[in-house]
């Protein structure tokens, strides 16, 4: 089986990472793969914001963890010491499907170098909060213009890589 389909079927969502991080050039040659990601139009208009500080991690992790709605102390992240942060541009009514696909591809990249990933929802109602217009402003964003599409946790697995479910029946039809 050649690689790409090999990452396609065996790339797992992780959700147990140790603690241990990810060097700046691994996280480099992911978000390079996000970043040719297909996009509407050809327009890239998908954004990558790498948040490493573990302090920042942690208060987008509490921030994630109340708008889910678990209790205190819970980390909705896993553990993963590096969060992708995928933004969207507002207003161009693609910017969940580009910014899915960015996501997408930084999930394979990162099981391609050995790497844990896993999507983490809630990226959109934290841009709409104090914490993450602050995120967006240390970048050099607005709040007014980039919505969160989702984070992409990176990490090296704890464990072993979990085994794909069986595959539902009735999900393909073919029209010839």
Same mark, same amino acid.
């Given at each position: 089986?050649?690689?790409?389909?090999?990452?396609?079927?065996?790339? %797992?969502?992780?959700?147990?990472? =140790?603690?241990?991080?990810?060097?700046?050039?691994?996280?480099? =040659?992911?978000?390079?793969?996000?970043?040719?990601?297909?996009?509407?139009?050809? %327009?890239?208009?998908?954004? !990558?914001?790498?948040?490493?500080?573990? $302090?920042?991690?942690?208060?987008l992790s509490?921030?994630?963890?109340?708008?889910?709605?678990?209790?205190?102390?819970?980390?909705?992240?896993?553990?993963?010491?590096?969060? @992708?942060?995928?933004?969207?541009?507002? &207003?161009?009514?693609?910017?969940?499907?580009?910014?899915?696909?960015?996501?997408?591809?930084?999930?394979?990249?990162?099981? $391609? @170098?050995? @790497? &844990?990933?896993?999507?983490?929802?809630?990226?959109? =109602?934290?841009?709409?909060?104090?914490?993450?217009?602050?995120?967006?402003?240390?970048?050099?964003?607005?709040?007014?213009?980039?919505?969160?599409?989702?984070?992409? !946790?990176? &990490?090296?697995?704890?464990?072993d890589?979990?085994?794909?479910?069986?595959?539902?029946?009735?999900?393909?039809?073919?029209?010839?």
């Amino acid at each position: 089986m050649n690689e790409i389909m090999k990452a396609l079927l065996q790339r %797992r969502s992780i959700r147990s990472y =140790e603690d241990k991080m990810v060097p700046d050039e691994l996280i480099e =040659e992911v978000v390079q793969a996000g970043l040719y990601a297909p996009s509407s139009m050809g %327009r890239q208009n998908a954004k !990558i914001i790498v948040i490493t500080n573990k $302090a920042l991690r942690d208060e987008l992790s509490a921030l994630n963890n109340q708008i889910g709605g678990w209790p205190e102390g819970n980390d909705p992240f896993y553990g993963a010491p590096v969060v @992708l942060l995928v933004l969207g541009k507002k &207003g161009d009514g693609k910017e969940k499907y580009d910014g899915s696909l960015v996501m997408g591809n930084l999930m394979l990249a990162a099981y $391609a @170098l050995g @790497l &844990g990933s896993c999507w983490i929802h809630r990226a959109k =109602e934290e841009m709409t909060m104090p914490l993450g217009k602050k995120i967006l402003d240390q970048a050099g964003l607005s709040a007014d213009e980039w919505e969160g599409v989702g984070h992409c !946790i990176l &990490g090296y697995p704890k464990g072993d890589i979990p085994a794909a479910a069986p595959r539902k029946a009735d999900r393909v039809y073919y029209i010839r």
